[in-house]
């Protein structure tokens, strides 16, 4: 036993046939999902846990219920598939009933709690470690290596009954030999050995402040050679802040960013809106009375609202802005795109203003990213941001190669890019297969409900810190801190794993020999 002491120290919980699933639940308190609630009149958040029936709680997209609910204001558009079975989006409407546990598709709303925990409809207010584990790449490999030897096992028993029955010998008297033979050349405690092997790493991990929620993740992060990473958040502080306004119509600019404060969310506001409103609060700018109000939606890439009863203000991307624009927008030459991220303001159809926004790289940002590198691994920056912006900051973290527009992509070598620019959520999934087929073992890092399905896809997905409830469940690996240096306990994780069932396969193969 000295090498399974060697190869899985310190651990012995782990060895039970339930100890690997038992950890990974144990883990899954640590994610601590909170909810927005209103009380004593101010909006806060809480854990879910802590939620009361009676409590007004805020949903959007992305959010996964965490207690059944009444819907008070607006319609939702919910994924009902953990209590029904059944991936097709179900619409709740004012005053219908929506359930803990279930994903919101689309759509934002005030709801009240009407039960909660185990009283609710799921019996659980959120289960983010709830899904099997696929086999890795390194499991299917040896798996194919215990088929190819029972196979010779069998020719080889086949062999010597053969000569038996040539040599008139007992065949009976063979059994007890056959039965060793199978025995000690077949590893059939290889499958419990991996659950072992992974779910020791898993614990290191939850050390370092990584939750696993698929195992199988930590043997694919081994095999990685291409890590997909978002800018903002992950390379960037993502503490953006205003450093200029371009007014680019006659409307006064007071007047210009009175009209984008009052299209912030501020009920859960988004970095960009906390931005907004800092720069609109230090030019002393209050907002406006607003009514009909969407907040942002990544699918049309801006949030909007009626000021006054009669003014349509739209606050998002430019470039999805000036797709809708009334008018071409003429944009001055003095406007510096390279500087930052650009949030335009349109009033009745017109783009009056932009709002030039920068979002500083983290201090670990190019350490970080040159480590990854170092472990053979490439990396891709993604962002919604124009190229000019990317490639400035591409180069500031040491990312060397051309830097895309998505549009370009596929004219483009893999292995020749440092960055992506004006990438929407949408095209994560599409960049995740189209880099699968050339061959590379993809990871991906998101936050957002449109990152949900490439986090699935990539053969490792992993959650940043504060990304939507959907996105976690999507991921194998959920991050609890920000920045990119985590990433480099997952690859050193796997690389361990690897070594530690190479060292079981070739001691159980040389005993069998």
């Known amino acids: 036993m000295w090498w399974q002491c060697s190869c899985f120290p310190h651990s012995p919980e782990l060895f039970s046939q339930d100890g690997p699933t038992q950890f990974l639940h144990s883990l899954a308190h640590k994610l601590n999902p909170t909810a927005s609630v209103k009380r004593s009149g101010?909006?806060?958040?809480?854990?879910?846990?802590?939620?009361?029936?009676?409590?007004?709680?805020?949903?959007?997209?992305?959010?996964?219920?965490?207690?059944?609910?009444?819907?008070?204001?607006?319609?939702?558009?919910?994924?009902?598939?953990?209590?029904?079975?059944?991936?097709?989006?179900?619409?709740?409407?004012?005053?219908?009933?929506?359930?803990?546990?279930?994903?919101?598709?689309?759509?934002?709303?005030?709801?009240?709690?009407?039960?909660?925990?185990?009283?609710?409809?799921?019996?659980?207010?959120?289960?983010?470690?709830?899904?099997?584990?696929?086999?890795?790449?390194?499991?299917?490999?040896?798996?194919?290596?215990?088929?190819?030897?029972?196979?010779?096992?069998?020719?080889?028993?086949?062999?010597?009954?053969?000569?038996?029955?040539?040599?008139?010998?007992?065949?009976?008297?063979?059994?007890?030999?056959?039965?060793?033979?199978?025995?000690?050349?077949?590893?059939?405690?290889?499958?419990?050995?991996?659950?072992?092997?992974?779910?020791?790493?898993?614990?290191?991990?939850?050390?370092?402040?990584?939750?696993?929620?698929?195992?199988?993740?930590?043997?694919?992060?081994?095999?990685?050679?291409?890590?997909?990473?978002?800018?903002?958040?992950?390379?960037?502080?993502?503490k953006p802040e205003v450093v200029r306004f371009y007014n680019l119509s006659h409307v006064n600019t007071r007047d210009a960013i009175q009209y984008a404060v009052s299209v912030t969310d501020r009920r859960n506001s988004s970095v960009i809106d906390l931005a907004i409103l800092k720069y609109a609060k230090q030019q002393g700018i209050e907002s406006l009375n607003k009514t009909n109000f969407q907040p942002f939606n990544p699918d049309i890439g801006y949030s909007e609202a009626t000021i006054n009863d009669k003014t349509m203000v739209k606050l998002g991307s430019l470039k999805r802005l000036s797709n809708i624009a009334h008018s071409p927008i003429k944009l001055p030459e003095k406007i510096d795109f390279s500087s930052g991220r650009t949030v335009a303001v349109m009033v009745n159809g017109k783009i009056i203003g932009i709002f030039i926004l920068e979002d500083q790289p983290r201090p670990d940002s190019a350490a970080a990213i040159k480590k990854i590198q170092s472990r053979g691994v490439k990396v891709i920056m993604l962002t919604g941001d124009n190229q000019k912006t990317a490639a400035a900051v591409a180069q500031e973290v040491g990312l060397k190669g051309k830097v895309v527009s998505y549009s370009d992509l596929k004219n483009v070598q893999i292995d020749q890019l440092a960055g992506i620019s004006d990438v929407i959520p949408e095209n994560k999934l599409e960049m995740v297969k189209l880099m699968q087929k050339q061959g590379y073992i993809v990871g991906m890092t998101g936050d957002g409900v449109n990152d949900a399905a490439a986090l699935k896809q990539a053969s490792v997905g992993i959650a940043v810190k504060d990304a939507v409830d959907l996105a976690k469940t999507s991921a194998k690996m959920i991050l609890m801190r920000d920045g990119l240096m985590p990433i480099i306990e997952i690859l050193d994780s796997g690389h361990r794993v690897y070594q530690r069932m190479l060292t079981w396969t070739i001691t159980k193969l040389s005993r069998s020999a």
């Open 42 to 238: 101010k909006w806060i958040k809480v854990p879910a846990r802590e939620l009361v029936v009676g409590d007004i709680i805020s949903l959007k997209q992305g959010d996964i219920i965490p207690a059944d609910v009444k819907i008070l204001t607006h319609p939702i558009s919910v994924n009902e598939s953990s209590i029904s079975g059944e991936a097709k989006a179900v619409t709740h409407s004012v005053a219908t009933a929506a359930f803990s546990g279930t994903e919101i598709l689309s759509g934002h709303t005030l709801a009240i709690v009407t039960k909660t925990g185990k009283n609710s409809r799921s019996g659980k207010t959120v289960s983010l470690i709830n899904k099997s584990s696929a086999p890795g790449q390194l499991q299917i490999l040896l798996g194919k290596v215990i088929g190819y030897l029972a196979i010779l096992d069998a020719i080889l028993a086949i062999i010597l009954i053969i000569v038996a029955i040539i040599r008139h010998e007992n065949l009976i008297n063979m059994l007890p030999f056959l039965a060793m033979l199978f025995i000690a050349t077949i590893p059939i405690a290889m499958p419990s050995s991996f659950a072992v092997a992974n779910s020791v790493e898993a614990k290191e991990l939850s050390k370092h402040h990584i939750l696993v929620s698929d195992l199988s993740g930590i043997q694919e992060a081994a095999n990685l050679n291409l890590l997909l990473v978002d800018k903002t958040g992950t390379i960037t502080a993502n």
